[in-house]
C-alpha cells in the first residue's frame, strides 16, 4: 500500500505539474526535458501523457461550419514549431491539444483513477455526437500573453430558444481563462468569476473567446476575458476571473 501511495504521488508530482511547472517538470520529469518554450512544454506534455492514445478533440471534424474552419486555418497557418536550434521568439500562435483525463497513461495514474473515478471526463469533452455540444480549439501566443478560442456552440447547449445558455458561456469562459492561467501559473483553480452578459449568442455560431493575463499577485492569476463575433464587432459577454494556484495535494482532502 505504501508503495502504491508512492507510485501515486510521484506520477502525480509529473501528471500534475506536467503541463504547468517548468522547474518541477526540469526537476522531476527527466524525460520531458526540453530546451524549449512554455507552451511547447505543455503542448508536448500534453500530447505525450494526458493525450497519448485517445483523441485530439480540437482537430478539425466534419462538423466544423465554414467560419470555424476559416478561422481554425487563419490561426494554424500563423503557428508552427521553431527550426531546429532555432530561439523561438514567441511570435507565433501555438495550437493547444485537447486535454483529455487519462491518468492512466500517467505514472502512478492507473492507481490515482481508481481513488478518483476512473470513469470521469472532462464535461465538455464528454459528448460522442460531434458537434453537439463544445466545439473549441484553443491557440495560444506567448509574447503576447494571449489564448483565443474559437468556439462553435451545437445545439445541446440551448438557454433561451434559439441562443446559448448562460452556463454553457460560462463554462467556456473557465476553461479559456483555466487554461491560459495553467499555462502561466503552475496547478491552479478557479476562485473567482466575475461575468457580464453583453448580448445572446446565436445556437450554431462561432464566437471567439479571448483571454488575458491582467496580473500576477503571489498564488493568485488575475486575467480578463472577452467573447465577440468573430470580426469582432459584436461583445457577447466578458468576464474577469481570479485563478488560485494550488498544489496537487490540494485535491485529494475533500
Ligand atoms: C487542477 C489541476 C490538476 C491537474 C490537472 C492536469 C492537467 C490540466 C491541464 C490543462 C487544464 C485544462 C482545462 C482547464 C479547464 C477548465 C478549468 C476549470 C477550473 C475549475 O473549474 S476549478 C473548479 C471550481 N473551483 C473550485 O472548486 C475552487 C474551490 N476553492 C478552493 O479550493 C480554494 O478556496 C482555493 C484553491 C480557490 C483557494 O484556497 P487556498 O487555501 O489555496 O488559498 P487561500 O484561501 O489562502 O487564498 C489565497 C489567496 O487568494 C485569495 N482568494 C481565495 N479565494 C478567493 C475568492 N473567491 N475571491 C477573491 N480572492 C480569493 C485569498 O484572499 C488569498 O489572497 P491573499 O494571499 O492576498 O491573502
Not at 506567448?142 to 478560442?149: A, F, S
Given at each position: 500500500m505504501a508503495r502504491n501511495v508512492g507510485r501515486i504521488f510521484s506520477g502525480f508530482r509529473c501528471s500534475g505539474s506536467l503541463p504547468f511547472g517548468k522547474t518541477q517538470l526540469k526537476t522531476r520529469c527527466p524525460r520531458l526535458l526540453l530546451r524549449t518554450t512554455p507552451e511547447r512544454t505543455v503542448v508536448q506534455a500534453l500530447s505525450?501523457?494526458?493525450s497519448h492514445k485517445s483523441r485530439d478533440f480540437s482537430l478539425p471534424n466534419s462538423s466544423w461550419g465554414e467560419e470555424m474552419m476559416r478561422l481554425y486555418n487563419h490561426y494554424s497557418s500563423?503557428?508552427?514549431?521553431?527550426a531546429e536550434g532555432q530561439e523561438d521568439q514567441?511570435?507565433?500562435w501555438t495550437r493547444l491539444p485537447s486535454y483529455n483525463r487519462s491518468l492512466k497513461y500517467a505514472t502512478g495514474g492507473v492507481y490515482l483513477s481508481k481513488i478518483i473515478q476512473s470513469k470521469?471526463?472532462?464535461f465538455t469533452r464528454?459528448?460522442?455526437d460531434t458537434g453537439a455540444a463544445f466545439e473549441y480549439v484553443l491557440f495560444f501566443r506567448?509574447?503576447?500573453?494571449?489564448?483565443?478560442?474559437i468556439f462553435q456552440a451545437g445545439h445541446l447547449l440551448e438557454g433561451p430558444p434559439g441562443h446559448v445558455h448562460g452556463g454553457a458561456i460560462a463554462t467556456m469562459i473557465d476553461t479559456v481563462t483555466g487554461t491560459h492561467a495553467s499555462l502561466l501559473s503552475a496547478p491552479v483553480m478557479t476562485a473567482n468569476l466575475n461575468i457580464n452578459y453583453r448580448s445572446p449568442i446565436p445556437l450554431g455560431s462561432t464566437v471567439l473567446v479571448e483571454s488575458t493575463m491582467d496580473k500576477e499577485e503571489g498564488k493568485k492569476t488575475f486575467l480578463s476575458c472577452?467573447?465577440?463575433s468573430t470580426d469582432g464587432s459584436k461583445l457577447h459577454t466578458e468576464a474577469a476571473a481570479l485563478f488560485v494556484s494550488i498544489n496537487?495535494?490540494?485535491l485529494l482532502r475533500g
Open positions: 505525450s501523457i494526458f500563423q503557428s508552427g514549431e521553431a514567441g511570435e507565433q470521469a471526463r472532462l464528454n459528448i460522442r506567448r509574447d503576447k500573453q494571449r489564448c483565443v478560442c472577452r467573447v465577440t496537487v495535494s490540494h
